[in-house]
């Protein structure tokens, strides 16, 4: 309970140092808010044009007093309004992260549904054509980029079957799970292809770890059986990296698949913030980046939590 | 046959495991798609490309171009010049309604102009309506424009929907941008920025009844996404930018691909402030070396036309006629060495990438035919907003660039190649024959003249060589074989989507 207070208490400080580095780089990168607007017309404008332009887009004052106005905001609850939405930068993220949050969610599922019983397949065949087919497989898995992966499933539907999920307008679950789930599983394929071959790979080796381990040679010698060794002795002890990988990736994927919500014109925070930072959306970028950054810590705590789950001899933070 | 049965099947089968089915066109809603949204709702102040095509079919100007570039009626039936040239009327459409049923007037025209002239409106095509002395409203339907110079161009300005005539109250109200309220054949119902927008058609507009009941435009970032929804169906009608993209859809048996050349030209910028490009021959010996089709074959798959500094069909010199169009790398070279740089030059190339699609290639051909004379390029691509500030600020000893055409050279030139010219820091190079010929050209009215002037100014360009113009492209959209009534332009406008028809 004292871990969980401590670890909570450090999440202000940990957000305000995300808040000063994503201010400070988002305005580092050449061009504003106005020539993203305007692109080269922007050179037409006078200087008492760019002006009132800037007191539109909230760039007319020092970097500092910026900042302050921002950080003051937040503590009310305030996050900004969107300069391209034209409306609360909350509301905005908050719309996109079902979709994110189900992607990611549905990634993992195919993932560890996948990955976990590959993996232990492939440990206990170790170094049988089984288990080369598995890790040959798991290789392609993480060298395919998802573009690649995401195009040719879209290109094959399409001239092949002449079937796509429909695209353009994102049905939430709760209106419609079907066309939800239509919408979402190819692209969770996609994530989930590189993702369980990850899981695939740290799963096999964690298994082959763990099974040349004293307590599984003395279970086995007491005459268990093999699948009693490998599903209540060695597993538990295996999934402690599994359960890091998958947290890790989990929290990168709560922060949008970019590339995989361009390819299949998702509406989610990846793409959210990749428009953002085109249009140079400082306040919609800033938000989000606070956003995800919080979501990653959440996460990462709960991998945490998940290793005394798993491993009761592990006490978190005591000496 | 049992091939086809098959695959038939495994379709349907898969379609059933997806949840998902080929959906048919709606009777009347034309499904459309591209891959880069408009970025905002001022007709004033918006200039991306996506935004122009969203709002022009909201908005209206007074009057409009045609498929040949020819000046035609919108909100004005008609227009006149006075003799000295420093009038210009209009009498306005008595039909013509905002999508709120009020009538435009020329009090709207008025407030609309006043607003473009503001300088708090941070309006970009302001710099096109300088000569705007004073604006007179005799009577609801006549507005007059007194210009403080001859400025023939400033009708051709009047015709882009950055000069749109929005309803002088919602000027008032200062909702212009939050709420979009024109006068075109389309009302836009709702806009979810970057994923999608609803237009349904305005009952009133003056122009008559719309061809379709309305147009939903999905936000498809990739194009070869879009290029899949048309071919299931899902999309009628697709804007689409990549050549590559274009030239697969005439192998899609239901789909029709429209080309048309359009005004904005790929060009290679010098800055002639920096040298040794600050040395005519120098200029001179790299328009001489670049093979301007081997760029366009290579980078854009030959899909365009090699051109010359004016790109408006009816003003344009055949290229052939212009300095060094052929290319000739003995000449480049002696060139070279009697500038005093016959071992060649290191220089840096910026481009945007992506922006356009074949930017990055073009920088590589023109690298290896720049090499034969000794000059190293380095290319440098860079994310839009990043080349853009560069751009803006003259930074770069050469950039690839797509510029916009516009259809009168004065407003599409002014800008680079008057003295007094906005982008002057840009171009980066003053030539007093480039400023008077311009001057000549916005004042002249007789075509003929106009035409002989803009010709000798072409010349010039070409031969003072301060950008090596390479060619101009097509503007692509591709449409299901059952849409009738779409238009291309070279201006690249959607305005005949309003009568465009579902068959």
């Not at chain 2, 095509?53 to 209206?60: C, D, Q, T």
């Not at chain 2, 040949?68 to 006075?82: E, N």
């Not at chain 2, 500030?389 to 407003?411: E, H, Q, S, V």
């Not at chain 2, 000798?456 to 070409?462: I, P, T």
Request: charged share 20%; hydrophobic share 50%.
């Amino acid at each position: 309970m004292n871990y969980l207070l401590r670890r909570l208490a450090t999440f202000p400080l940990v957000l305000l140092g995300v808040s000063i580095l994503v201010f400070v780089a988002i305005r580092m990168v050449p061009g504003d808010s106005i020539t993203a607007m305007l692109g080269t017309e922007a050179g037409l404008l006078t200087p008492a044009q760019r002006d009132a332009l800037a007191a539109y887009f909230g760039i007319d004052q020092p970097w500092f007093i910026q900042y302050w106005r921002w950080i003051g905001g937040i503590a009310h609850g305030n996050f900004g309004i969107s300069v391209t939405y034209g409306r609360p930068v909350l509301d905005v993220i908050l719309e996109r992260f079902p979709l994110t949050l189900e992607l990611a969610l549905l990634s993992m599922i195919i993932a560890l549904a996948v990955g976990m019983p590959a993996g232990i397949h492939a440990a206990t065949h170790n170094e049988k054509p089984s288990d080369l087919g598995v890790r040959i497989v798991a290789m392609i898995g993480q060298s395919t980029p998802s573009f690649v992966l995401g195009l040719l499933i879209i290109y094959t539907l399409s001239a092949g079957f002449g079937v796509l999920p429909a695209m353009g307008e994102f049905a939430p679950l709760w209106q419609d799970p079907l066309r939800n789930l239509s919408q979402l599983i190819l692209p969770a394929i996609t994530l989930g292809f590189a993702f369980a071959a990850s899981v695939t790979r740290i799963a096999r080796s964690a298994m082959l770890d763990v099974l040349s381990d004293d307590y599984v040679r003395t279970a086995r010698s007491k005459g268990a059986s093999a699948r009693s060794v490998i599903w209540r002795h060695a597993l538990p002890n295996a999934l402690i990296p599994v359960v890091t990988l998958s947290g890790i990736e989990f929290g990168y994927l709560l922060g949008g698949a970019v590339i995989v919500e361009q390819i299949y014109a998702l509406p989610g925070l990846g793409r959210m913030v990749l428009d953002a930072i085109l249009q140079r959306d400082y306040a919609l970028v800033q938000g989000a980046v606070l956003f995800i950054a919080f979501n990653f810590m959440i996460v990462n705590l709960l991998v945490d939590l998940a290793y005394v789950a798993l491993d009761p001899r592990i006490r978190l933070g005591e000496q | 046959m049992v091939h086809l049965t098959r695959r038939l099947l495994s379709g349907i089968t898969l379609a059933a495991i997806l949840g998902i089915a080929t959906v048919s066109t709606q009777a009347a809603t034309l499904h459309m798609a591209w891959s880069q949204d408009a970025t905002g709702l001022d007709p004033h102040k918006q200039t991306a490309f996506s935004s122009l095509r969203l709002l022009e079919l909201i908005y209206e100007p007074l009057v409009r171009v045609d498929a040949s570039l020819q000046i035609v009626p919108a909100i004005a039936t008609s227009w006149a010049f006075s003799k000295d040239g420093k009038e210009l009327s209009f009498k306005l459409d008595p039909k013509a309604k905002f999508q709120d049923g009020t009538a435009v007037t020329s009090a709207d025209v008025k407030a609309s102009f006043e607003r473009i002239l503001d300088e708090k409106t941070g309006a970009a095509a302001r710099a096109n309506f300088l000569s705007i002395a004073g604006i007179d409203t005799p009577d609801a339907a006549t507005v007059v424009f007194h210009l403080s110079q001859p400025d023939v161009p400033i009708l051709t300005a009047m015709s882009d929907v950055n000069a749109a005539i929005v309803p002088a109250a919602e000027i008032t109200a200062g909702s212009i941008g939050t709420k979009a309220m024109g006068s075109g054949p389309f009302k836009l119902d709702k806009w979810d920025p970057n994923a999608k927008e609803v237009l349904s058609a305005n009952k009133d507009w003056a122009g008559g009844a719309t061809g379709v009941d309305g147009i939903e435009i999905s936000v498809l970032p990739d194009e070869a996404a879009i290029l899949a929804a048309m071919r299931t169906k899902q999309i009628d009608f697709a804007l689409l930018n990549d050549p590559l993209v274009a030239t697969l859809v005439p192998k899609e048996a239901s789909l029709q691909l429209n080309r048309v050349p359009v005004l904005a030209y790929h060009v290679l910028q010098l800055n002639p402030s920096r040298k040794p490009m600050t040395e005519l021959k120098v200029r001179q010996a790299i328009s001489c070396a670049i093979d301007r089709q081997e760029v366009l074959d290579t980078a854009s798959l030959g899909e365009g036309k090699v051109t010359g500094p004016l790109t408006i069909p009816a003003l344009a010199t055949d290229p052939s006629q212009l300095f060094c169009y052929k290319r000739d790398v003995e000449k480049a070279k002696k060139l070279m060495a009697e500038a005093g740089f016959a071992d060649g030059f290191s220089a840096t190339v910026i481009g945007a990438t992506g922006e356009p699609p074949t930017a990055a290639a073009e920088a590589q051909v023109i690298q290896s035919q720049l090499a034969e004379i000794g000059v190293k390029l380095d290319i440098k691509m860079m994310e839009l907003n990043v080349y853009v500030d560069a751009w803006l600020k003259g930074d770069f000893d050469m950039a690839i660039a797509l510029n916009g055409g516009r259809a009168d050279p004065y407003t599409m030139y002014n800008r680079y190649w008057t003295k007094a010219g906005n982008l002057q820091k840009v171009a980066n190079y003053i030539d007093d024959t480039l400023d008077s010929q311009m001057q000549q050209g916005r004042a002249e009215t007789d075509p003929e003249k106009r035409k002989a002037i803009f010709a000798d100014f072409e010349k010039h360009l070409a031969e003072v060589s301060p950008w090596i113009w390479l060619y101009t492209s097509y503007s692509y959209t591709a449409q299901q074989k059952n849409i009738a009534g779409f238009v291309p332009t070279p201006t690249g406008t959607l305005f005949s989507l309003s009568k465009v028809t579902i068959q």
